[in-house]
């Protein structure tokens, strides 16, 4: 989730869009960050987290609802 998370908020801080929803994710996730303890994580236990890493990387690559699309590399 770290690099999902990390590539939003440069999105969000560049100037991207984000719906109130994603923005929320990225809220909670950074909170978890702040708190949790590495290595912690036990196999089905992190299930939550896996779930926003999933919605973050919709977003950094265009397809989440309301959020940009992804830009092209030339």
Known sequence: MAH??????LN????ASAPNSL???VL???????TAV???????A???QRSWAGV??????GDYPGAPKHCDED
């Open 23 to 25: 923005r929320a994710i």
């Open 38 to 44: 590495p290595g912690t994580c036990v196999k089905g």
């Open 28 to 34: 909670a996730a950074g909170s978890w960050f702040s």
């Open 12 to 15: 969000i801080g560049a100037g």
């Open 4 to 9: 999902q998370y990390i590539a939003a908020v």
């Open 56 to 61: 973050l990387d919709e977003y950094n690559n």
């Open 46 to 48: 992190c299930q939550l």
